[in-house]
């Protein structure tokens, strides 16, 4: 089993800046991409990013790119997201979740199916 906590979530003013992390405990060995989704009042959970730790890949939603960074610190079992430029409509809960298997097609780490391990969720809110 592979235990999420999310942090760094909060109010914030469009155009500002948030960082939230991710860490990870327990069979945290087993872990082969860590990726954060999001939800909306009302919607479905979207993809926002992810990161392979074999080779460091990261691969992100276009609604995000040039905005959000991805990044991961093996040793400290953390995963974090630099969200920059923040807009009101990035206001949702944030996920970060962990897979444990490998799989070629990069792609597939986008797909919220592909996570076997769940955090509990951070509130993002940005206000205009």
């Known amino acids: 089993q592979v235990q999420l906590v999310e942090s760094g979530g909060g109010l914030v003013q469009a155009g500002g800046s948030l960082r939230l992390s991710c860490a990870a405990s327990?069979?945290?060995?087993?872990?082969?991409?860590m990726g954060w989704f999001r939800q909306a009042p009302g919607k479905e959970r979207d993809f926002v990013a992810a990161i392979r730790w074999s080779g460091g890949n990261t691969y992100y939603a276009d609604s995000v790119k040039g905005r959000f960074t991805i990044s991961g610190d093996n040793a400290k079992n953390t995963v974090y997201l630099q969200m920059n430029s923040l807009k009101p409509e990035d206001t949702a809960v944030y996920y970060c979740a962990a897979a444990s298997i490998y799989y070629s097609r990069s792609l597939n780490y986008l797909n919220a199916n592909v996570y076997d391990y769940w955090g509990q969720g951070t509130q993002v809110t940005v206000s205009s």
């Open positions: 327990g069979r945290t060995f087993s872990n082969v991409a």
